[in-house]
């Protein structure tokens, strides 16, 4: 903390913390959720936004679970904002849409880079005072972040392809946006496999999502949506389809729910891209899931004395399944 300290002196103006960490891990999880909880008691006033890896499915610690529920309980008190990517998702990208073979931590730390860096590259100012948004951090927060029960966000990216397919391809706004919206609708992790069929409602008639008991066909709800697009053209996009009122819940306007931002910087090697931070209900199921795994090992006493012999108590996992089960509550009564 103390190092910290120093380097918050040589700011100008501190507007929030960063803080990149794993969810699943002994250390990275249980050491970053402990830092910044000292950070929101010595600088409360600050945003902590906290960068989240979330764990493969199948797993990779026999305990990832019970990590997973105390680190998100733990951020869920002390941080503004929880930015999370799923190593399922990112492992998908890369072999789907970048069509790599022998997938690697460097090809999957390309796709997360790829994927932060296409939110806090620099955009626009819409106040014109600046010629570029000067807190970016804040503005995201700001935007996406209108009540603290709802703090999980997800990223989406499109196009994202290997410099093969790259060559042989052309993009337009209006392609890109069809797509994105779509993907954001239906709850797509990725450009391949959309599924078309989900639909918001039109003319006061329920969704598709709601007619059906397919589970695949249900409308992703959002609190809200950040589109930034970056690259040739941008002021000829066309983002109407992201403040359709359907899209949301029914409590935030959409005129407060949908924010763009833009510049015509290109990003990386892509002549036209866009980016999607979205606070819906994508990140539900993953949640749900871990925290049912969770609590059929907690309900066997199945390694809790790994816990309990460094001075936790069960009361403490308790705590955590009864945080999460109301933040899926919660993110579950937004829509269908």
């Known amino acids: 903390m103390n190092l910290i300290q120093k380097e918050v002196e040589k700011c100008d103006s501190l507007s929030g913390f960063f803080i990149i960490m794993s969810m699943a891990g002994g250390t990275g999880s249980g050491l970053g959720a402990f830092i910044t909880q000292k950070l929101q008691d ?27 529920i105390l680190t998100l309980s733990h951020l869920y ?20 849409q970048m069509n ?70 052309t993009f337009t706004w209006a392609g890109l946006l069809k797509h994105l919206r779509q993907m954001l609708i239906s709850g797509a992790k990725m450009e391949e496999g959309i599924n078309w069929q989900v639909r918001p409602p039109l003319s006061g008639l329920p969704p598709l999502g709601k007619m059906s008991v397919h589970k695949d066909l249900h409308l992703n709800t959002s609190v809200a949506n950040l589109v930034i697009l970056r690259g040739k053209d941008v002021q000829s996009a066309d983002v109407e389809g992201f403040k359709d009122p359907a899209l949301y819940t029914s409590w935030l306007e959409p005129v407060h729910a949908f924010s ?44 809790i004395h790994q816990y309990t012999r460094f001075g936790m108590e069960e009361e403490d996992f308790l705590d955590s399944f009864t945080l999460l089960e109301q933040v899926v509550a919660s993110y579950g009564s937004l829509g269908p």
């Open 42 to 68: 010595q600088y409360s006033s600050s945003l902590k936004m906290n960068q989240i890896i979330w764990p493969y499915g199948t797993g990779e610690v026999i305990v990832q679970n019970y990590n997973s």
């Open 77 to 96: 008190r002390s941080s503004d904002a929880l930015l999370i990517h799923e190593n399922d998702a990112v492992h998908k990208i890369c072999a789907k």
């Open 100 to 169: 790599i073979k022998q997938i690697s931590f460097r090809d999957l730390n390309q796709v997360l880079a790829h994927q932060l860096g296409s939110v806090f590259q620099p955009t626009y100012s819409e106040d014109g005072s600046f010629p570029y948004r000067r807190d970016p951090l804040g503005d995201l927060m700001e935007h996406l972040v209108p009540h603290p029960e709802f703090k999980m966000l997800g990223v989406r990216n499109i196009p994202q392809m290997s410099e093969n397919s790259l060559a042989y391809s």
């Open 260 to 303: 763009m931002w833009k510049t015509q910087r290109a990003f990386d090697k892509y002549e036209k891209s866009a980016a999607l931070v979205s606070n819906s209900q994508l990140l539900v199921k993953p949640l749900d899931m871990i925290v049912g795994k969770a609590w059929n090992m907690f309900a066997s006493k199945a390694y």
